[in-house]
């Protein structure tokens, strides 16, 4: 399934060299506000050494992992919802994409200078936080409009899509984000068509540097605290990355790699973590396929019945479905063979109703599909 995050933040916070070491691609990363003004779209696979374990099993050919998409936006400004800096522009792009990387930096120093004058993460949080709210505001309103002039129907929708929204609103003007609003699934869905800003899952990126002097690495600074005080709060997954190291890694052999993370003290791949943490903010699981021709990982919502997760392969998969053959990787990695597997009774079979589970190997059994022509 195609899944899409936005790389959101302020004007040089380090969002585009991101990108560039994301996924290599040359979008500019020049040290000046609006130097990205159409999003950079390019495509991330997903770490996953267990999809690499099969191959090995399977012998097989090519290897495909699951992938996330992500969207270099350019930054936002104070009143970027009143169209400053082309603020309507860049709005509409985070509209387009399913969950947000919310890019803070957490360094000083440095040849870049921070567009505030000085480095203070809550400060930039909060800024873009209600240039969010301040957008969907609008949004939410202009449907309350529409909805009160369409109350004289009695339509029962009608109602409960104006109930939600005017809780919305509450929220929004309270300067709360749409997703602290305790909702049903089903006024989930009747939000939907809004595709509000603040509704949208948020994974925080912090932006540090080998460079500069870094607030993690000085715990005691009270910008530091009242940052992880924040975090805390607000329930959200946050990585530490610094984003100029990795773009200088991204080309470089392997062993120079660790050579240099060594040299530096970054052990931890920031840009890996990130991916991970990305994959887990829009709430995906892992199911692969494997075999001599390919082994792949195939990333669907937690949640979907096996029909579901087939369509993730082919509309067959899920309209002419029978059953499916499922085992977990790992305990196909300890049987080492499928045979082996079958021997010992770890294969189940599984029908319609059954909930896909991460990291199940699975093979689909399919009706004879009819093509008409």
């Known amino acids: 399934m195609g899944v899409s995050l936005g790389i959101v933040g302020l004007p040089n916070v380090g969002k585009s060299t991101l990108f560039n070491a ?5 979008v500019p990363a020049e040290n000046y506000p609006f130097c990205t003004i159409d999003p950079a779209v390019g495509v991330v696979g997903v770490p996953d050494d267990t999809l690499h374990r099969l191959a090995e099993l399977s012998r097989s050919q090519s290897v495909v992992p699951a992938a996330v998409e992500f969207v270099d936006i350019a ?9 400053e800096g082309l603020g309507n522009q860049f709005l509409a792009h985070i509209r387009e994409v399913d969950a947000i990387v919310h890019m803070v930096r957490i360094f000083e120093g440095g040849s870049v200078a921070h567009i505030e004058g000085d480095v203070d993460p809550v400060r930039d949080i909060e800024t873009i936080l209600y240039e969010l709210i301040l957008a969907d505001l ?14 004289k129907g009695g339509e029962k929708e009608t109602k409960e899509k104006h109930a939600i929204y005017k809780r919305v609103e509450q929220a929004l003007l309270s300067g709360k984000r749409a997703s602290k609003v305790e909702m049903s699934v089903e006024e989930r869905r009747l939000l939907r068509e809004a595709n509000l800003l603040t509704l949208k899952p948020m994974l925080f990126a912090l932006n540090a540097s080998v460079h500069g002097i870094n607030l993690h690495e000085h715990r005691q600074d009270p910008r530091w605290r009242r940052l992880e005080d924040f975090l805390l709060q607000e329930g959200v997954r946050w990585v530490v990355v610094d984003a100029a190291f990795e773009a200088e ?19 931890e791949d920031g840009l890996q973590s990130l991916i991970r943490a990305a994959y887990e903010t829009l709430d995906l699981i892992t199911f692969y396929t494997t075999g001599e021709k ?11 019945t096996a029909p579901e997760a087939g369509a993730a392969i082919h509309s067959d998969f899920r309209d002419a479905f029978i059953r499916a053959e499922v085992i977990p990787a790992s305990q196909l990695l300890t049987a080492g063979s499928y045979a082996i597997a079958r021997e010992r009774g770890w294969i189940r079979l599984e029908g319609k109703d059954y909930i896909v589970q991460d990291q199940d190997v699975m093979l ?8 008409k022509g």
Do not use: C, M, N, Y
Request: aromatic share 4%.
């Open 22 to 26: 994301l996924t290599r691609k040359g």
């Open 75 to 83: 930054g936002l400004v104070r009143g970027a919802s009143h169209g």
């Open 249 to 267: 890694l991204a080309d470089l052999p392997p062993e120079e790699q660790i050579v240099l993370r060594r040299e530096f003290g970054v052990l």
């Open 138 to 151: 609008v949004t939410v309103q202009k449907r309350l409009s529409a909805l009160e002039r369409a109350l």
């Open 364 to 371: 689909f059994r399919i009706a004879p599909v009819q093509r």
């Open 294 to 304: 390919e082994t792949r990982a195939w990333s669907v919502r937690r949640g979907v």
